[in-house]
């Protein structure tokens, strides 16, 4: 097989993740519309098959989100060299909000917003572990999480907008 002329391996380089390609990778071959194609190879962050992997769509058209074993990178296409690793570790799920423009990462204990133009915002922690989201009506997240003090699951609303708590 002949490898592709341009080839980007993400994370690029992070202290402590020296090994992350031993782990795997998903990788990708990306054909952009305006931009030479290119193959993306994106380290996987956990081998425990319950954390995410996939291509998701970016709010701005020019980049694209890949989830390799629940680390997300947001790559442009137009310019593969520029890419985002998710700073939530590791990602256990990812909802698109198209009516507000955002790409939600759902970690253990809070959640990150991507916008068109980027982080949008991440919330504070929210609980010990155990998050989730039971509904998003008319731009409000409504979900779950378990307390430690309390040894029960407590509700916390988020308005997606600003990623206030309510």
Avoid at 3 to 27: S, T
Avoid at 49 to 56: A, I, L, S
Avoid at 96 to 116: I, Q
């Amino acid at each position: 097989m002949i490898a592709p002329a341009r080839q980007f391996v993400y994370p690029m380089y992070v202290p402590g993740e020296e090994d992350a390609m031993a782990r795997g990778a998903l990788l990708l071959m990306v054909r952009p519309a305006d931009s030479p194609a290119f193959l993306a190879t994106c380290a996987r962050g956990f081998a425990d098959e319950r954390t995410p992997t996939g291509v998701f769509a970016c709010p701005n058209p020019n980049e694209l989100c890949a989830v390799a074993g629940g680390y997300a990178y947001i790559v442009d296409v137009t310019q593969p060299a520029r890419c985002t690793q998710v700073a939530l570790r590791p990602v256990v799920e990812v909802r698109a909000v198209p009516s507000l423009g955002l790409l939600l990462f759902v970690g253990f204990h809070a959640v990150l917003a991507w916008g068109a133009g980027g982080l949008a915002w991440k919330t504070a922690k929210l609980t010990d572990e155990g998050l989730r989201i039971v509904s998003i009506e008319d731009g409000v997240l409504f979900g779950f999480g378990w307390k430690l003090m309390t040894d029960a699951e407590v509700p916390f609303v988020i308005d997606l907008r600003t990623g206030a708590l309510r």
